[in-house]
């Protein structure tokens, strides 16, 4: 089923689908986009925000359960959910999901990271409007949507083309069908266009396909890289497939047992006990985060570690990206 959405009336629908769940959505922050908890805001289509929508289904910071003692023994009380659209999630996001789905899906199955993303309706944004630093079409991740949303949207010059792509997106069509007009030839040839004008931008960057970042990886200098490297972990904290995390129980004899991003990058993430580490220098780290993008979870899961979304290059305050990498043209 695919919808003609008037730009004046997405509000409307907004507010509509806001009284039966929450809405999360890109919008102005200050001098800035991020995804929020859409109270009324204006939307905000034309910057991909730096934290990526995936922070709504595996959060920096996220309460697993509560234990509580009771008569001598343990209770523990699950938190659930609360059921979210997000919309505006750009194509390459939605890959990183795929991933982040196939890696939490391999036992031992997360569970509590599928209470999160089953309670999650994803309303995609095909994109018109690559950053500099985005190169998802040599990764085969954007700028097109094609399958595994919920609902897509197409930003066009009067409004949105709005697709389904499951039976929830298509009951929410039908469920908010006085908001909508019909579909003229005009909105899909313009919907092509712009598809198009972004296919042509990213193709004629230098080309980061996995092939010829794995060729470099094989040649790179790993110690002098580790040598720019400030060992902040913004790489890592920004990128949407990224998923390392510590477990920490908060409160005795009652409390909370979190779950809390970490990073590879970081020289305390694989110290064991006794201070023995492997991966002791930031050049060894830079090297495993490389290799497990694009050798490790391709080998576990059948699918790239990285998206092509930009963020990990315009995050750097080393410059740490291609040209330091030395990936050929
Ligand atoms: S963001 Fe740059 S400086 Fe910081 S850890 Fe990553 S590569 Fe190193
Ligand atoms: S590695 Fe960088 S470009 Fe690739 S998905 Fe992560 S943040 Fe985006």
Same mark, same amino acid.
């Given at each position: 089923?695919?919808?003609?959405?008037? /730009?004046?009336?997405?509000?409307?629908?907004?507010?509509?689908?806001?009284?039966?769940?929450e809405v999360v959505a890109p919008v102005?922050i200050? %001098?800035?986009t991020a995804f929020a908890t859409w !109270?009324?805001?204006?939307i905000d289509f034309?910057k991909n925000p730096q934290i990526s929508p995936t922070e709504f289904l595996l959060p920096q910071?996220?309460?697993?359960?509560?234990?509580?003692?009771?008569?001598? #023994?343990?209770? +523990?009380?699950?938190?659930?959910? /609360?059921?979210k659209l997000i919309l505006g999630m750009r194509p390459c996001d939605l890959n990183a999901v795929k991933v982040l789905?196939? =890696?939490?899906?391999?036992?031992?199955?997360?569970?509590?990271?599928?209470?999160r993303r089953?309670s999650a309706i994803l309303a995609v944004l %095909?994109c018109?409007?690559?950053?500099?630093?985005?190169?998802?079409?040599?990764?085969?991740?954007g700028?097109?949507c *094609?399958?595994g949303f919920d609902l897509?949207f197409?930003?066009?010059?009067?409004?949105?083309? =709005?697709?389904?792509?499951?039976?929830?997106?298509?009951? =929410?069509?039908?469920?908010?069908?006085?908001?909508?007009?019909?579909?003229?030839?005009?909105?899909?040839?313009? /919907?092509?266009?712009?598809?198009? /004008?972004?296919?042509?931008?990213? %193709?004629?960057?230098?080309?980061?396909?996995?092939?010829?970042?794995?060729?470099?990886?094989?040649?790179?200098?790993?110690?002098?890289?580790?040598? %720019?490297?400030?060992?902040?972990?913004?790489?890592?904290f920004v990128c949407p497939i990224c998923?390392? +995390?510590?477990?920490?129980?908060?409160? !005795?004899?009652?409390?909370?047992?979190?779950?809390? #991003?970490?990073?590879? *990058?970081?020289?305390? +993430?694989?110290?064991?006990?006794?201070?023995?580490?492997?991966?002791?220098?930031?050049?060894? #780290?830079?090297?495993?985060?490389? +290799?497990?993008?694009?050798?490790? =979870?391709?080998?576990?899961?059948?699918?790239?570690?990285?998206v092509?979304c930009?963020r990990?290059?315009?995050?750097?305050?080393?410059?740490?990206? #291609?040209?330091?990498?030395?990936?050929?043209?």
């Open positions: 089923m695919i919808v003609f959405l008037a /730009k004046d009336k997405l509000p409307a629908l907004l507010s509509e689908l806001n009284e039966m769940l102005r200050g %001098n800035d !109270v009324g805001q204006p034309e910071r996220e309460v697993l359960f509560k234990y509580i003692q009771h008569s001598g #023994r343990y209770v +523990f009380e699950e938190v659930e959910p /609360k059921s789905d196939k =890696i939490f899906g391999t036992e031992p199955f997360d569970k509590l990271y599928f209470r089953r %095909n018109s409007k690559p950053e500099e630093t985005c190169f998802c079409s040599h990764l085969g991740a700028p097109e *094609i399958d897509l197409t930003e066009l010059d009067s409004g949105y083309l =709005i697709e389904s792509g499951s039976s929830v997106g298509m009951l =929410i069509l039908k469920e908010h069908s006085d908001l909508f007009q019909e579909v003229k030839s005009v909105y899909l040839a313009e /919907k092509n266009e712009r598809i198009s /004008k972004a296919k042509e931008t990213l %193709n004629s960057r230098p080309n980061l396909s996995k092939d010829k970042i794995m060729g470099a990886l094989e040649t790179a200098d790993w110690e002098s890289m580790g040598n %720019n490297c400030l060992s902040c972990g913004g790489c890592t998923h390392c +995390f510590n477990i920490l129980d908060l409160g !005795v004899p009652d409390g909370e047992r979190l779950r809390c #991003r970490d990073s590879c *990058i970081l020289s305390g +993430f694989s110290r064991m006990a006794g201070g023995v580490n492997p991966r002791k220098s930031a050049g060894e #780290r830079i090297r495993n985060w490389y +290799f497990d993008k694009f050798q490790f =979870i391709p080998e576990n899961t059948g699918l790239l570690g990285c092509g930009g990990c290059i315009s995050v750097c305050l080393a410059s740490m990206d #291609r040209w330091s990498l030395k990936v050929p043209r």
